[in-house]
């Protein structure tokens, strides 16, 4: 095992699979030589070469359009998003081309592409640079939507992304780059899509959270059981498509009560359908309604108390979980 | 349209004559299977949207034929031609356009989206300027593996005002992918003349100029014309990896699509213009040039004609005998599976 940074375990992945396979290049912006604008790509242009590592223009749209064709024509492509905002100007590309070929072709193309690069909150970065949009994807057929919250899960799921052959939206979280961790050396450990991680077990209350907001979650969670003695599972999705949602019935079957919790915002966020499919498959298993965590539906502000105030924290997440055990 | 690219008759004709007799069965062919369409679509055997391309065969029967094998192709939403001349078999095209599981995307793409990748034909697609992008990445692919394919790009003027378009053709520059974009300059984004969607509508010096990317002006209701200026191209783009770009300046006599009607259309453009082009129709031109030269006699364009609708006959009947496609057809190829 190696104690790497989860920064650096998106980039030994993209490394390993570089190495493994002369069909994958990353692109974008800044990834070369400026060394990446979160460090990510630090080093790659020295070792793969101008033509692997290839500095774009900054145009987002061109960008998804050459990693689409390049896939296209039998690439396995990496692109950069120097964060998930800027994805919005690439919106057609990804939405109307990237995620629909393979079904427009009727399966004659296939699009191994991975989009990848920092989403999420914080920072005082204001409303244009600081947002969570994982709805957006995973509302669109076609395209598989990643979302890793630990280095070891970063490193195996890019993996898997940059193995896949089809789309992947890979949703880096800038708060984690720096979190350290144990990950796993091997050139062939993969971690598979469609797979919850269970990352505290717990037989009160069930926890459905990914990225970076697993943080507050386990915060909230130590707390409570400080506190009130309430024991939390905690799920860390990892993928929202495909969606594991066979070990979220088995967590509530146990637990009968739900959190669910996440940055974006709470109109039509993910926790709305996390929260529909519970209520279709488990209704009778639970024990009080299922509470949402998550961002107020405003553009991100940028003065710190604001900020605060616009993404979830450990309170609201306690507060969700008293709720649900009718503490509250 | 403003301007009417009128030139004179090379004296000389600068090619093989059987090969431009296969030149004119081609786009007696590609005419006689869009003819029948809009009757189709009345009748409600096909829905959607259908962009025919009549007019403006001469260009991709100009320039698609001298492509290899292995070159690629990706078009807009006026694909049916481009896909005809790539040798896409039209049975699967109107099995296509009937949703068909016999079509060439198994009735999941429709009109705008032919594929064949036994062919390399890349799709069409239905945002304009959308292609333009995806055209750049297959260009970068062809570099990327040192081949010397070239990737050709059909659009239209309406695209010339998409950012996406100018983003990618800075990248095919920049990046100096084999790309040859052909953009069929029919006068119109669907109901808007040129001269009212661009400010400045010479548009091979906004690519010249603006992206460094060796532009020509073609009559593209000329295939001779269109055939000599492809050739430059295609070989250029082959010893030096760099981009290429063709304004084909042609005229669709049809409506932008089925419900374009005639009535419809006379609020941008009137009956007299279209007249006018079809006074220079490229089946029309091309076919005088080859009896001028003996290569064509009346009794040939008879049997052209004939095996041409005759093609066009089939592929209705095949596409009316084709099943839908089997309702598990509905969640395949969302994603392609492993393996």
């Known amino acids: 095992m190696l104690n790497v940074k989860y920064g650096e375990a998106i980039r030994l992945a993209m490394i390993?699979?570089?190495?493994?396979?002369?069909?994958?290049?990353?692109?974008?912006e800044e990834v070369g030589q400026y060394q990446g604008t979160f460090r990510v790509t630090q080093g790659m242009l020295e070792r793969f070469g101008s033509s692997r590592v290839v500095d774009t223009p900054i145009s987002e749209a061109a960008i998804v359009g050459l990693v689409t064709g390049a896939a296209m024509a039998g690439l396995r492509p990496i692109a950069e998003m120097m964060t998930f905002s800027f994805a919005l100007v690439a919106m057609d590309q990804i939405v109307n081309h990237t995620a629909k070929i393979s079904y427009m072709s009727g399966g004659q193309v296939k699009v191994p592409v991975v989009i990848r690069g920092p989403a999420g909150t914080g920072n005082q970065l204001s409303a244009q640079h600081s947002q969570s949009l994982e709805s957006w994807y995973s509302h669109i057929p076609g395209l598989?939507?990643?979302?890793?919250?630990?280095?070891?899960?970063?490193k195996g799921l890019l993996k898997s992304?940059?193995?896949?052959?089809?789309?992947?939206?890979?949703?880096?979280?800038?708060g984690l780059y720096g979190m350290r961790g144990e990950v796993n050396e091997d050139p062939e450990y993969l971690v598979p899509f469609g797979q919850a991680h269970i990352m505290r077990e717990?037989?009160?209350?069930?926890?459905?959270?990914?990225?970076?907001?697993?943080?507050t979650c386990h915060r909230a969670?130590?707390?409570?059981?400080?506190?009130?003695?309430?024991?939390?599972?905690?799920?860390?999705?990892?993928?929202?498509?495909?969606?594991?949602?066979?070990t979220i019935i088995r967590s509530?079957?146990?637990?009968?009560?739900?959190v669910v919790a996440h940055e974006e915002a709470r109109n039509t966020g993910f926790g709305a359908e996390l929260s529909a499919r519970i209520y279709e498959l488990a209704f009778d298993d639970l024990d009080s309604p299922i509470e949402r965590v998550a961002g107020p539906d405003v553009p991100m502000p940028y003065a710190k108390n604001l900020e605060r105030a616009a993404i979830p924290h450990d309170d609201d997440v306690i507060a969700a979980i008293k709720r649900v055990v009718n503490l509250a | 349209m403003g301007k009417l690219a009128v030139r004179e008759s090379p004296d000389s004709f600068p090619f093989d004559s059987r090969e431009g007799v296969s030149l004119y069965r081609l786009m007696r062919i590609i005419r006689r299977c869009e003819e029948?369409?809009?009757r189709i679509y009345r009748e409600g055997k096909i829905g959607g949207y259908l962009h025919l391309y009549i007019g403006q065969e001469a260009i991709a029967a100009g320039l698609i034929p001298l492509l290899r094998s292995d070159d690629y192709l990706l078009s807009a939403y006026r694909d049916h031609g481009h896909a005809i001349a790539r040798g896409v078999d039209p049975k699967r095209i109107i099995a296509e356009l009937y949703g068909r599981v016999t079509g060439c995307s198994r009735g999941k793409g429709g009109s705008m989206h032919i594929y064949d990748t036994g062919r390399n034909f890349l799709g069409g697609y239905g945002i304009v300027g959308g292609v333009v992008p995806l055209a750049v990445g297959v260009g970068f692919a062809i570099k990327y593996r040192g081949g010397d394919q070239i990737c050709v790009c059909f659009f239209g003027d309406g695209a010339m005002n998409q950012g996406a378009v100018h983003e990618a053709l800075n990248m095919a520059s920049l990046f100096k992918v084999p790309c040859l974009f052909v953009l069929e300059n029919n006068g119109y984004a669907m109901g808007t003349a040129v001269e009212r969607h661009s400010a400045v509508t010479d548009f091979i010096q906004r690519v010249s100029y603006g992206y460094g990317i060796a532009s020509e002006r073609v009559d593209g209701m000329d295939l001779v014309e269109v055939r000599e200026v492809a050739e430059r191209a295609i070989a250029y783009i082959r010893k030096r990896s760099a981009p290429y770009f063709i304004e084909a300046e042609c005229y669709r006599y049809a409506g932008h699509g089925f419900s374009d009607t005639a009535q419809?259309?006379?609020?941008?453009?009137?009956?007299?213009?279209?007249?006018?082009?079809?006074?220079?129709?490229?089946?029309e031109i091309f076919g005088r040039r080859l009896r001028e030269i003996g290569a064509l006699s009346s009794s040939d364009e008879e049997e052209i004609d004939a095996e041409a609708r005759r093609i066009a006959d089939e592929a209705i009947d095949y596409a009316e005998n084709s099943p839908e496609p089997p309702m598990d057809e509905l969640y395949e190829h969302v994603f392609t599976e492993a393996g």
């Open chain 1, 16 to 28: 390993e699979e570089m190495e493994r396979d002369p069909n994958v290049f990353i692109c974008g």
């Open chain 1, 144 to 154: 598989k939507v990643v979302m890793p919250a630990t280095p070891n899960d970063a």
């Open chain 1, 161 to 174: 992304a940059i193995r896949d052959d089809n789309p992947v939206i890979f949703m880096e979280h800038a």
């Open chain 1, 202 to 215: 717990g037989s009160d209350v069930t926890i459905v959270s990914y990225s970076h907001m697993l943080n």
């Open chain 1, 221 to 246: 969670a130590d707390q409570i059981a400080q506190e009130q003695n309430i024991n939390c599972e905690v799920i860390d999705l990892r993928t929202l498509v495909p969606l594991d949602v066979e």
């Open chain 1, 252 to 258: 509530v079957r146990k637990t009968h009560r739900v």
């Open chain 2, 36 to 38: 029948p369409l809009n």
């Open chain 2, 264 to 283: 419809q259309q006379k609020t941008y453009r009137s009956d007299e213009e279209i007249e006018r082009w079809k006074q220079r129709d490229p089946i």
